[in-house]
């Protein structure tokens, strides 16, 4: 199968979470977020906690075998089974988790950006009080200049994916009164939807299509969950990239005053800028931070 010339320019996700949780590290911003619990400092590393976890993770392990009732110690066949169940279960519930990492990631950012939505002067009437959805307003504020290369391609994608997988594409969408296909944010109201859909328990678990022959709605329910992952990747960057307050980590002030044309790499390179390249196969690589 001919990979798709776009997005071959991509990073695998895992590096996409790797670069990005990095990038939330080094930025070190701190917000306040108030909400009915009071106070609450929202950091950036917080951010990036999560999606490290999320780029670390690389395979929950389901084991079928442990309540058996024996049959498999006489049944080829039954131990054949069980051995699918777990390599079935095992690939469903790491994208399921690698979601959900992901998903704590953008909840943390939506507090982070609330105090902008309350401060925005473009939005009048302050009518959005989730978070969640404050998010949606500002992503719609944006410019094409504000948005990560090839950011629509993967959002028409991820699209495709939800349209075409039966298990989720009948259920109601919430808080999409007037929202359109055309729309930034439009990305962001699906996976925003994905999420209730596994935090209240409606999403569906993948059965094993050895045994339903559905091999195509298996397929689509984990594409929806990697693909969700990867355009959260992309909203956090557009957010990230608007609504910083320059470079506060320790790590980058001890960076800055290094000496060397390794430092002087670093410095050009780790920029708040950054946010809207860390995608990229091309772009700085905080794997590789002074390889100049």
């Keep these: 199968m001919r990979k ?38 929202i950091q950036t590393t917080t951010i990036g906690d999560w999606l490290r976890l999320a780029a670390q993770l690389d395979k929950v392990e389901i084991n079928t075998w442990k309540f058996t009732d024996g049959s498999e110690l006489f049944c080829d066949p039954a131990a054949d089974a069980y051995d699918s169940d777990t390599n079935h279960y095992s690939s469903y519930s790491t994208a399921l988790t690698k979601f959900i990492f992901v998903s704590n990631a953008l909840e943390e950012m939506y507090r982070f950006i609330s105090p902008a939505y309350s401060s925005c002067d473009e939005i009048e009437n302050k009518r959005l009080f989730k978070p969640s959805m404050q998010a949606t307003a500002l992503i719609d504020l944006c410019n094409e200049s504000d948005l990560p290369l090839y950011f629509h391609h993967k959002v028409e994608s991820l699209v495709k994916v939800f349209q075409r997988c039966n298990h989720i594409n009948t259920k109601s969408l919430s808080g999409m009164k007037g929202v359109k296909k055309t729309d930034y944010s439009y990305g962001l109201h699906l996976i925003r939807n994905i999420r209730n859909y596994v935090a209240h328990g409606v999403f569906p678990i993948s059965e094993n299509p050895e045994w339903n022959l559905d091999f195509e709605g298996h397929q689509s329910l984990c594409e929806v969950l990697l693909s969700s992952s990867r355009i959260a990747c992309l909203y956090i960057q557009i957010l990230l990239n608007k609504y910083n307050t320059g470079m506060q980590s320790d790590d980058y002030r001890l960076n800055m005053r290094g000496e060397g044309p390794e430092f002087d790499y670093f410095c050009d390179n780790c920029t708040p800028d950054l946010a809207l390249k860390l995608h990229m196969i091309e772009s700085f690589s905080f794997l590789e931070p002074f390889e100049c």
């Design 4 to 41: 798709c010339p776009i997005c071959s320019k991509f990073r695998k996700l895992d590096s996409n979470l790797y670069e990005l949780a990095s990038y939330c590290s080094i930025l070190g911003n701190k917000v306040t977020f108030k909400n009915d619990e009071g106070l609450n400092l």
